[in-house]
C-alpha cells in the first residue's frame, strides 16, 4: 500500500525531485521588444525536461514562469514579477513551448537591460537556486508606445487572472451576481450597464474593485477573470445560481429606437476613429461604402446603419444594438425589468430587497440638442458634425421607421411592460 501511494505522488509537482530539476532548462530567444511604459512584451519560452520523471503543472497552479529584472550591471532589481502558469505536462525527455507575459513597471523600465526567465515551483523556490544553469537570460529593448488598449490590458493582467472561464455561452457568461447579496443583474448593452456594473464589482467587493473601474468595468469583467460574472464561476456553480430563485434578478431596458440612435451617434458619429468603436463599426462602414478601405471622415448614415441591421439574423447583430429581450431569455425567477429613465427606483428597489445603499450616475451619457435637423437620417456622419449638436428626435423621420419597429417588436413590447415585477411569461 505504502509502495503504491509513493508511485501515485511520484510525479506530483510537490514531488518533483530535487534531482528532476536539476535536469530542466528553459529556453527563449535573446532579445525581447518591450513596448510602452510600462513596458509589455510576450515570450516564447521552452522549457526542456531531461529527467526521468515527468512535470505535471497541477493545473496550472503548481508550476509557473517568471522572470527577474536585471540592471546593465547584471544586478537584479527587486519586484513581483508577473507569473504565467505552466499549461502542459512536459514528460520526461521532451519539451514543451509557450507564450509567457512580460511586464516591466515603469519606475523600472529605464534601468531594466535584461531579464532572466525561469520556473518556479509551488511560488516556494526558484528552480535557479537548484540548478543554476536552469533560466534563460533576454536582453531588452525598448520599443514604441502601446495603444491605450494594449495598456489597459498589461495593467489590468497584473490584478486578475485570464482564461479560466467555465464555457458558458453568451448571454450566460455575462451576467453578473453577488453571492453575498443574492444579487443577479442581466447587463444590457446601452442600457446604463457602465453605470450598473461598477455598482456590481463594487457590492460584490472583488479584488481591486475600484482599479476595475478606473482601468475599465467593461474590458476588465469581460476579459479577465474577477468572480464577478457567471463564466468566472465553476460550471456547477453558475447553473445553480441560473436556475435559483433566492438570487433577486432584474436587468434594464431602454426605448429600442432611442437605444439605436444613441449606439448610431457614439460608435459611428462622435467617437468614430475610437479603435475600441472601430471593432464594432468597421465590418459595417466596409460594407456600406463597399470597399475594406474605409472613409471614416465621411462614415454612414443611420438609414445606411439601420439598413445593414435589417438585412441581418438578430442573433448575429453587436451586442450594442442585438435585441434586448435576447439578453434575459432562459433566465427564470426574473424579479424586474427597469427602463432606463427610472434608474432611482433600482436604488429604493435594493434598499426595500436587500437592504443596500446605492447611488446610480448614468456614466456614457451623452448630451442632448433640442435643435432638429430635417433629412438628419440620411446624412453621413461627416454631414452631422458640420451640423452640429441636435436633436436625437431628428432621425425619427427615417424611412425604416416602421421596419425598426417590426424587426425590434419583442423590443417595444418589452419596453412598454417594463413598469413593474416581470411577469411570468417575460422573454
Known sequence: MT??????????PSRFSRDAWSKVSVSAQGTVLAAGDPGWARLAATVTNQSSEDL???????????????????????????????????PAGSSHTQEIQVIIPSEHLQETAAIRVGLLQLREFWVESI????????????????????????EASKLWPKGQNNALKWPYSAMMVSQE??????????????????????????DHYEQAIKLGVHLVTDRFNTGIQLKDQPMDVAREIL??????????VREPFERLVSAYLEKFVYNREHPRNLLHTRQITAEVQGSDEIDLQKGISFDDFIGFILRQDSWDLDPHWRPQYLYMRGVPHLDRIFRIEDLGNIESYLLEKRNLRVKLA?????????????????CTAEQLDEAGAISPDSFLSSPHAQAIREYFREDFDLYEAATGPASADTP
Open 131 to 154: 540548478n543554476p544553469q536552469h533560466p534563460q537570460l533576454v536582453s531588452v529593448e525598448k520599443g514604441p508606445e502601446l495603444n491605450p488598449s494594449r495598456r489597459i490590458i498589461a
Open 56 to 90: 505535471r503543472p497541477d493545473q496550472g497552479m503548481g508550476v509557473a514562469f517568471s522572470f527577474r529584472l536585471l540592471q546593465q550591471s547584471g544586478q537584479e532589481i527587486t519586484f513581483e514579477s508577473v507569473r504565467t502558469p505552466l499549461q502542459a505536462v512536459v
Open 362 to 378: 448614468h456614466r456614457n451619457r451623452i448630451s442632448k440638442s433640442s435643435e432638429l435637423l430635417a433629412a438628419a437620417s440620411s
Open 243 to 252: 436556475a435559483s430563485d433566492q438570487y433577486l434578478k432584474f436587468s434594464v
Open 181 to 206: 447579496h443574492r444579487l443577479f443583474y442581466i447587463p444590457i448593452a446601452k442600457c446604463a450597464c457602465t453605470s450598473l456594473k461598477s455598482m456590481m464589482i463594487e457590492l460584490a467587493r472583488i
Open 3 to 12: 509502495t503504491a501511494s509513493s508511485n501515485d505522488n511520484r510525479h506530483s
